[in-house]
């Protein structure tokens, strides 16, 4: 196969999903600085491989262990979090239901994913008759999809990637749950894309369904490929782990995934490279410098957290922000902000009746601004050169109520002292 075209090369791919609960703990994790962020699970830990032209490649595994999110990559379905992965063509997923709207009819989804992948509305009429044929669908082709069994979705998506021609092929699961005639239909199908020099990736529990499609298998295993080989070399060694695993008890099953799943979420790219570091130092020196060129942007994660820097910029602008909006609007100190964090948030009221009025053509008449401001907000914040009787005059209270309510022992006020007004009727 090496001399055949490189059609897919992944480089130290890796995926992390964060596990937070509530999207506002990503939040509030982007503006972390220390301590510990969300959680995260690494469903892909760093994977290398290449796949050629002609190639049909099995990817087993047991449940979990990775396969959709790593094929799903190759689709161009989700980036990786770090790594490269290279793509030279176009690519088809077929998975059950995948990239399928299941209000719209299997005619318009027909219509919509050949749009998709570059058909052109004449080419779409050219094939659309053959498409609804291959997938054996009949008059159900103008229902909504959402009414469809997970059968007639897999014939659909098979029927529309057979006919949309891309160089790279993805098979995920989807003859798993057609009829056995359909299934054996689509293989042959699959088989004459191999010979068309496609590169077929196949997902199957079925070690039949293997066996009678690939010519290698990758072995995924909790994130990592176990084993990378051809078909007579990987598949009894897979079926041994299988019959070994079913064999132990429930407790020890549990604890065996336990393990792994743990070093899912421990795992960090550092691990990564210290990984790859070992392998180098027993690697041949004339290749050892080639494949440190080739991997020094392979463990830099992508852009999905921002980085220092942005943090950094983001937050002397959110800084400088609330220093403008705190002078401009509400007229505290920064020693009053220090002191009472949450008056930013009360005081916005009176500010924002001030605006309020202006819109309204209100002159500031105090009777109307009090009322305003008895419904919305009882705070004041005492400007410079206000006293309290002119605060209570403005405001239309006496000031023993003011002093009352904020429990003032003198009728003294000092500039940008937060008061509470009370309501007087
Ligand atoms: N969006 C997501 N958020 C969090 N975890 C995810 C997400 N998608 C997948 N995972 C986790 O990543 C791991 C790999 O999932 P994936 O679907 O790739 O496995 P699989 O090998 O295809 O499994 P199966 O054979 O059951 O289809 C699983 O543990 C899964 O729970």
Known sequence: MADKKVTVAANHVTKR?????RQSDKVKAVFKFWGKGIPNFWAVKGVSFEAHAGETIGIIGTNGSGKSTLLEMVAGLTQPTSGQMTINGSTSIIAIGAGMRPQLTGRANIRLKALMQGMTEKEIEAKMDDIIEFSELGDFIDQPVKSYSSGMKSKL?????????????IIDEALSVGDPTFTQKSMERTK?????????????????????????????????IRMDGPIDEVMPEYERFLKHFNRLSENERLTYQKRYKEAQKTFTLEHLKQIERNRQMLADPATDLQRQKENQHAFVEDNEKMGWFTRIVLTIFIIATVGLMNKQLLNMSWANVMAHPTHLITNFAPSK?????????RNGDDNQRTDMLTATQNSYTVKEGETLASIAANANISVAAIMQANQLTDETVTPGQVLTLPVER
């Open 192 to 224: 004459r894309f191999k010979e068309e020099g496609k590169t077929i990736f196949f997902v199957s529990h079925s070690a039949a369904q293997m066996r009678q499609m690939a010519d290698r298998v990758i072995w995924m295993h909790y994130g990592d």
């Open 17 to 21: 999903f964060d596990l937070a609960e």
């Open 157 to 169: 998506g098979f029927a529309i990637s057979v006919y949309s021609d891309a160089d790279i092929v």
């Open 353 to 361: 009746l001030a605006a309020l009025d202006k819109r309204h053509g």
